[in-house]
């Protein structure tokens, strides 16, 4: 791509004054911002509809990615670097007296996604277009993303993320390729022209899918893929005439109901209109992209299927988007008039399934009586092809019911969208290793005794180039100082940095970076939350979705029984230590709030104790997203990667650590296991039970919470104090916080997720972490040595571990313009 000064700056002068009627002089922070994003655009433009052209001239098979969530982040930096014009245009701006970074801080973040699976979702999308393979993302365009979180007297308080009150620069209004999906309605039967059954839905609510594209820029490429996000309108919103009667709320009621479904990510599922309506948006956006995909291919090869599967791949990530399997047979069969069997056969090898939990309520199951209503001809597609599973499962196990019924996709009054998932899919992945074995010898053993030859497993990863080359550009220039560029798109190549392991120069330039970045955070949570941190102290961090099983609640504990320990023995002297939270709970999600509120309220307690003063603080970072992880991630000290072992997935804050230096005190959970194989267990800190112990436990029902308690009087005191005034005088507010650990709750036993079980092993190893940090040099050398050995985890990677197995896609590569 070839810059030009002059014209860039000649481009945004003329779009402030075709905006906004302004000059330089006049223009105010959003509108340099838009103004930069628009010019920037302009210059990517033409290899974004260059790469479009490619893939039209040569049919190649194309990779979708169907994902609820895609956690972008903001745009400029990233677009502007992966174009390799960031130094440019901040040479420009400098030159109109413009602050780059001024300009950067007004961009909010697009609010597209919540946790882990919308960031790798992004990190996904970006390394395939840095690696020049043909794919593409659809999603929701969400006008008000999950939540912005406040924190108000210590709880969480949800308000709109209003990330769209001004016009996204870096999006496209596609009105043109606009879909029709349909909700409701009745099943009505007739026979086509030629004399074949067909089925039709009469007297269904119309809902209009439009697409905005965003730009997805491969780093020091020409190819610009396309992110399609699809936002929901009414067709006939308005009614006129119920407004001219004044019955004004009528008038917009189809309109509001149609925007409901694009309005916010994950909505409040606990009530049955929660759950139509997050059914509503998953089929919104499955039939809407299937629908787009089906009409550019009958244009390109008219109604002939058969080649359909060998143009394109559809990847699953997770259950939200599995209703497009049903949905791809109803537009083929109602549509298009194809057979079942020709239909069966194009979505049997067209679509991939990503499973992203072991936890069986994150299986998503929905109630028949809500499926039915909402999507009846789905509903009717969705029990023949269980009725023809069920057949198969008869002949294949004719005396085991009772396996006949649980593998039932349609059973106990819900519809199983995984089983459906991994019935119709030709490949199910796990997304660690030991992830995936977990689900072919636990969770899915069934299925993968039906199925084994779909099961595999790819490990997550991120990209570096946001998540190094961008938020850390310290550490960034430190590494192409010694090993030279091209660990940017090849993350193995760090492994070069082991020969500086020993080298004294190398260590205290990398402490060095490391203090910088957290004088940086301390900076800015200074002046967004007026958080004082001290930069010399241990920065343990956090950051993650609030769920129990993520055990935050086992990190406060922790905190309040280390407070006490300081409190009660003046002659006990730690290091200073800063322990950052940020996490954002569901709505409903009523403990995780609790657990919330208890840290908010030991950070009030602690942090204003004189007795710890220098030794502890509490931080919890509001309204955690990706624009603050980038800052988070570069000052980290300690990596909290505490889950229950055998619960987490994978995780991918864990990799995000590692590459930028910090240490991981860690379970032997998800990728967890492969850092520290990577690293070396010397490297990092390893605490708490196996996997295979907690399944022993669990067969013999032996734990017994209980007896840790009696085993440790401060770890007692602690729980106690949960519910005896010290932090709540009400002695309510952490009642069923205490109750979990204790008696059990909802029917529970108590301490599902072994926090009590494990608090002994963590404490230790805090400890020991206490002691290690102590020699800079030795720690500086541990955090080298986890940088060098983190080239696995570059989403890089598992992209081509994807396009091997699974995908099979061939590079294309654009001619830039």
Request: aromatic letters at 10%; glycine letters at 6%; one cysteine or more.
């Amino acid at each position: 791509m070839v810059f030009n000064a002059e014209e860039f700056k000649e481009n945004l002068s003329a779009r402030l004054r075709r905006q906004y009627g302004k000059d330089i002089s006049q223009a105010n922070k959003h509108d340099l911002f838009d103004a930069v994003s628009a010019s920037a655009l302009e210059l990517i433009m033409p290899n974004w509809m260059a790469t479009r052209a490619e893939y039209e001239k040569k049919p190649t098979k194309q990779l979708y990615y169907l994902s609820a969530e895609f956690l972008m982040g903001r745009a400029l930096s990233n677009n502007l670097m992966n174009a390799q014009i960031k130094d440019a245009v901040k040479d420009v701006l400098k030159s109109m007296n413009i602050d780059y970074n001024m300009v950067e801080d007004e961009e909010p973040d697009a609010a597209l996604g919540n946790g882990g699976l919308g960031r790798l979702a992004a990190c996904f999308l970006d390394s395939i277009a840095t690696l020049d393979y043909p794919g593409h993302g659809y999603g929701i365009r969400y006008e008000y993303g999950m939540f912005e979180q406040k924190i108000e007297d210590g709880y969480q308080v949800e308000y709109p993320d209003n990330w769209l009150i001004h016009r996204d620069p870096w999006e496209i209004k596609r009105s043109d390729l606009s879909v029709t999906v349909r909700f409701g309605g009745n099943i009505a039967y007739g026979k086509t022209p030629d004399g074949k059954p067909r089925f039709y839905i009469e007297n269904a609510e119309e809902v209009t899918a439009v697409p905005y594209d965003m730009p997805i820029i491969g780093y020091n490429t020409n190819t610009v893929n396309t992110l399609r996000l699809w936002s929901a309108k009414s067709p006939n919103g308005f009614d006129l005439q119920l407004f001219n009667n004044m019955d004004y709320n009528r008038a917009v009621e189809r309109q509001n109901s149609a925007e409901n479904i694009s309005r916010v990510l994950y909505p409040n599922d606990s009530g049955p209109s929660g759950k139509a309506l997050r059914l509503k948006q998953q089929y919104f956006f499955s039939s809407a992209s299937l629908q787009d995909l089906v009409r550019h291919y009958v244009a390109d090869y008219g109604t002939d299927f058969s080649k359909f599967a060998s143009l394109h791949v559809i990847q699953l990530n997770d259950t939200h988007p599995v209703v497009a399997i049903p949905e791809l047979m109803r537009i083929l069969l109602d549509e298009y008039n194809v057979s079942w069997e020709e239909a069966w056969d194009v979505v049997t090898h067209t679509f991939a399934y990503t499973n992203h939990t072991i936890l069986a309520e994150a299986l998503e199951k929905w109630p028949i009586d809500i499926f039915q209503g909402l999507l009846p001809r789905i509903y009717q597609i969705v029990e023949e092809i269980n009725r023809r599973l069920v057949v198969d499962l008869r002949a294949k196990y004719p005396d085991d019911y009772e396996k006949q019924q649980h593998m039932s996709i349609i059973h106990n009054d819900k519809v199983y969208m995984a089983w459906l998932a991994i019935h119709a899919c030709f490949s199910v992945n796990g997304v660690a290793e030991l992830h995936t074995e977990l689900l072919k010898t636990a969770e899915l053993k069934d299925w993968y005794a039906l199925y084994p030859e779909k099961f595999n497993n790819k490990t997550n990863g991120i990209t570096q180039r946001r998540w190094l080359l961008n938020a850390n550009p310290k550490l960034a220039k430190f590494i192409t100082d010694r090993i030279g560029h091209g660990w940017e798109k090849d993350l193995t190549l760090l492994k070069g940095l082991e020969k500086f392991l020993d080298d004294d120069a190398s260590l205290d330039e990398l402490t060095k970076i490391k203090q910088e970045n957290k004088q940086a955070l301390a900076d800015y949570l200074k002046h967004t939350q007026n958080e004082f941190l001290d930069p010399d102290s241990i920065f343990d961090v956090q950051v993650k979705r609030l769920h129990e099983y993520k055990r935050q609640l086992l990190n406060i504990l922790n905190v309040m029984y280390l407070y006490n320990r300081i409190v009660e023995d003046p002659s006990y002297n730690p290091p200073a230590r800063t322990f950052i939270f940020g996490a954002k709970s569901a709505s409903g999600y009523r403990r995780a709030k609790a657990i919330i509120k208890l840290i908010n309220t030991v950070a009030e307690r602690v942090n204003n104790d004189r007795r710890v003063r220098g030794k502890i603080r509490v931080v919890f970072v509001e309204n955690y997203r990706v624009s603050v992880a980038e800052k988070i991630f570069p000052a980290a000290d300690v990596s909290e990667q505490i889950s229950t072992a055998g619960l987490e997935a994978s995780g991918t804050s864990n990799m995000k650590f590692m590459a930028n230096g910090a240490l991981t005190l860690g379970t032997m959970d998800g990728a967890n296991i492969e850092i520290f194989e990577e690293a070396g267990k010397e490297n990092g800190f390893v605490f708490g039970l196996l996997t295979e112990e907690i399944k022993k436990m669990e067969a013999e029902h032996s734990y017994r919470p209980q007896e840790c308690l009696e085993r440790n009087p401060g770890l007692a005191k602690v729980v106690e104090q949960l519910v005896d005034g010290t932090y709540d005088p009400t002695h309510q507010l952490f009642k069923e916080l205490h109750d979990s650990l204790v008696y059990g709750v909802e029917g529970q036993r108590p301490d599902v997720y072994y926090v009590l079980a494990d608090f002994d092993s963590y404490t230790k190893t805090r400890e020991k972490i206490a002691e290690v940090y102590a020699d800079k040099r030795g720690w500086a050398r541990m955090a080298l040595k986890n940088i060098a050995n983190c080239g696995k985890f570059s989403s890089d990677r598992t992209i081509e571990d994807y396009v091997r197995d699974i995908w099979h896609l061939k590079k294309v590569v654009v001619k830039g313009k």
